[in-house]
């Protein structure tokens, strides 16, 4: 597997207001490799990844909003930015680094914290525990409960806690029967986090 190579896309390219410039990019497409910026997600959300030598991926973060991603940030090799959603980011040339501290201190701890869930165990804590994350990063308050407002499917899910996709369905499934989430179009809804904790301890 190889990164896409990058072409300036100006169309794509604006600056707003005379202040950052900002691209545009759409569901599953790659954010190009440099070391030399950094983004600001505006809107949409990322997973940043990596794979093994037998073609495994491995997911090693979720980026919304907020948050900032970069090529820089990381020594892991190989390493992609991917879309989920289609995203708004702005363009952080690397002599504006130092405005950012808050960010970067947040993606250290969202890294770290994610981090601690992967190696939880049994698998239905570590589940349980992802989609909180999820919903605390991605959530939107609705009638039912919080909506993990992020299209994020069951092989993906895997990937992140290093267990099968046939093993997240069956636990999803096993939640959704115990009153702890429910499944709405292709999202998440967590009916109440206290029941969700409840039912994976």
Not at 194 to 199: D, V, Y
């Amino acid at each position: 597997m190889s990164f896409t190579s990058f072409t300036p896309n100006v169309s794509n390219e604006s600056t707003l207001g005379g202040d950052l410039p900002q691209r545009l990019f759409t569901r599953r497409e790659l954010i190009p490799p440099d070391n030399d910026v950094l983004w600001r997600i505006e809107r949409g959300a990322v997973r940043t990844l990596t794979w093994s030598e037998e073609g495994i991926f491995i997911t090693l973060g979720y980026w919304g909003a907020g948050d900032l991603i970069g090529y820089s940030l990381s020594k892991v090799q190989p390493y992609q930015i991917e879309c989920l959603t289609s995203v708004e980011a702005s363009i952080i040339p690397q002599h504006l680094w130092y405005r950012d501290i808050d960010a970067f201190l947040s993606h250290i701890k969202h890294s770290e914290e994610l981090l601690s869930i992967v190696h939880l165990k049994p698998m239905s804590l570590r589940l349980g525990k992802f989609l909180l994350w999820l919903g605390e990063k991605f959530g939107r308050d609705v009638e039912q409960g919080k909506l993990i407002d992020l299209n994020v499917t069951h092989q993906e899910i895997s990937e992140v806690l290093n267990t099968t996709r046939v093993t997240v369905t069956r636990l999803l499934q096993q939640f959704e029967e115990q009153g702890a989430l429910l499944r709405y179009k292709r999202r998440i809804i967590l009916l109440a986090s206290n029941k969700l904790i409840k039912s994976i301890v």
